[in-house]
Structures are given as structure tokens and as C-alpha cells.
């Protein structure tokens, strides 16, 4: 609030119209934009509702007792649990918990060949817990596309077949 009421008010609406007054009919900027220092700049990726999904019956959501950060989780400990995740961009990020009873998993983009994610299983890291994000397909062509993951019996003998999905994003 401006100490002086009677003013104030119209100070700050004058500089918010002046400002609206510079815009263009379509809301663009009236001057270019400058170009992007980084074009691979993922500062409007977004994340993908999980319930938006039709993940089948190998899949449950479920909310984690341990990370507070991932309000709905998609879970399955089948091996060969399929997923189709549709989206619109150039990629998507998949962030797991991770540990050393999760499975592998291989992906399709658009129907391709599967493409194997071997992870690492250290010996430092726990069951579960390990958070960890991988890109899939990026860079793709802008656009609609639909990566199908399948859970996959781990490389290493001592992994498990828990599969647990924190978030997905979509990079635009």
C-alpha cells in the first residue's frame, strides 16, 4: 500500500497500463526477444499427471511414506509391466525411486526398437530411496509422441523386480 492512499493506487496502475499499452494485439511483445542464451533450456517443462494414465493391472498408484516430494507414486513389482506414457514435446524425464530391489527397464519411442536403461546398482545405496531422473527419446522432434516402457529382470543377480515411478515430466 503507498503511504499516500490517494495516490498510490494510480501510480501503480499507471505504470501496469503503460506496460499493457506496449503490448501487441496477440499479447506478444511489441520488440523481439532476445534469443536464449541456452535453446536447450527446459524451463517450461512440466510434469505429467500419473492419473492421467491407463496403466493396467500390473500397475498401482500409491502415495510414498518416505519422500514427501512425490505426492502419487506409479508402482509395479511384475516383471514385463507395460506402460504407455503419450505426451507432447521432445522428451521426458522419468525420476524413479531407486534401490537395490528395483528392476530395469527397457523404452520404445513411437513404436521403435527398445532401447535397454541397465542401471547401476552401487553398494552404497539402500532398498529404495535413491532418486533418480533419466531423460527418454530426448531430443525428439517437437511434437506428439508415445514411449512404452517394460519393466525387465535386473543385470545384476542381487536386484529386485520393484519398479517405482516418482514423476514424469514432459520437456517441451
Known amino acids: 500500500m503507498h503511504r499516500r492512499l490517494h495516490h498510490g493506487s494510480g501510480l501503480y496502475a499507471a505504470k501496469i497500463l503503460d506496460w499493457l499499452t506496449a503490448l501487441s494485439e496477440d499479447g506478444a511483445p ?8 541456452d535453446p536447450e533450456n527446459w524451463e517450461n517443462a512440466a510434469l505429467l499427471d500419473p492419473l492421467s494414465l491407463s496403466p493396467g493391472e500390473q500397475w498401482r498408484f500409491c502415495r ?13 513389482t511384475c516383471l514385463g509391466a507395460k506402460l ?51 531423460e527418454l527419446g530426448y531430443p525428439l522432434e517437437r511434437g506428439d509422441h508415445v514411449i512404452e516402457l517394460e519393466v525387465v529382470r535386473p543385470a545384476q543377480m542381487r536386484a529386485g523386480s520393484r519398479f517405482d515411478i516418482m514423476l514424469l515430466g514432459v520437456i517441451p
Not at 106 to 120: K, N, S, T
Request: charged fraction near 15%; aromatic fraction near 12%.
Open 84 to 134: 504407455q506414457i503419450p505426451f507432447t514435446g521432445t522428451g521426458l524425464s522419468l525420476v524413479l525411486d531407486f534401490g537395490q530391489t528395483s528392476a530395469d527397464f527397457c523404452y520404445r519411442v513411437d513404436g521403435g526398437e527398445p532401447i535397454p536403461a541397465r542401471l547401476d546398482y552401487p553398494d552404497w545405496c539402500g532398498d529404495s530411496g535413491w532418486v533418480r531422473a533419466m
Open 64 to 76: 510414498s511414506h518416505t519422500l514427501p516430494w512425490a505426492d502419487m507414486m506409479l508402482v509395479t
Open 30 to 37: 511489441q520488440r523481439p526477444l532476445p534469443a536464449p542464451i
